[in-house]
């Protein structure tokens, strides 16, 4: 048989993911058989278990293409000459797909991941480096706003990163919890507590 290519093989695992993570929306982690993310892939067991091995495995994956897209998002930012306004920055990772859709199964699904890698070693290793990879971009962005002037530089960056994190984790359990949260009123209130004055012109590296 062939070997596949890296593109078809990359292909084949996010089809897996797909499945799983439709599985884990519809039924939740731990209701979800390796049997039925098999079904779901339309794939063959062997098939499936060469890509991953245990549900662990899966939710890992999953997690860490949800971290990497936040991380992915916030980074983007950091090359224009202006930031956008706070709000929109902070809200720009619920454009992205399920997961981070900004859906109540969505929000019940990373809860039920970072539950999952309380209890779980391995799972822990592997999603907290992300984590921490998220909160430097965002330490970096806060860093670019205060340089423009938009956000006071009267804490470090690092600082108020953690409570950009914060907001964002917060309102993804509200959201797995209560199901109403309104991204605009999320926007009024970042507006709020920070009011941002127009940005000065960053300076352009020689």
Not at 70 to 83: K, P, S
Not at 131 to 146: D, E, H, I, K, W
Request: glycine residues 6%; contains cysteine; hydrophobic residues 45%.
């Amino acid at each position: 048989m062939p070997r596949l290519t890296p593109r078809r093989w990359a292909a084949r695992r996010q089809q897996i993911l797909d499945g799983a993570r439709g599985c884990f929306l519809r039924n939740g982690f731990h209701a979800t058989s390796m049997n039925e993310v098999v079904e779901a892939a339309g794939m063959s067991p062997g098939a499936v278990y060469n890509h991953f091995a245990s549900k662990d495995e899966l939710i890992a994956a999953i997690c860490e293409q949800a971290l990497a897209e936040v991380a992915e998002t916030f980074d983007q930012f950091l090359g224009r000459h202006t930031l956008p306004p706070l709000d929109e920055m902070l809200t720009a990772v619920f454009q992205h797909s399920s997961p981070l859709d900004a859906q109540r199964d969505s929000a019940r699904l990373l809860v039920q991941i970072w539950a999952q890698s309380i209890g779980s070693q391995p799972l822990a290793a592997r999603v907290e480096p992300i984590f921490r990879a998220v909160r430097g971009v965002l330490a970096s962005l806060v860093n670019g706003y205060q340089q423009q002037g938009t956000i006071p530089a009267t804490a470090p960056a690092e600082d108020i990163a953690d409570i950009l994190l914060a907001t964002l984790q917060g309102t993804i359990l509200r959201q797995a919890m209560l199901g109403d949260v309104d991204l605009d009123a999320l926007r009024r209130g970042v507006r709020a507590l920070w009011p941002q004055q127009p940005p000065a012109p960053r300076e352009r590296a020689p």
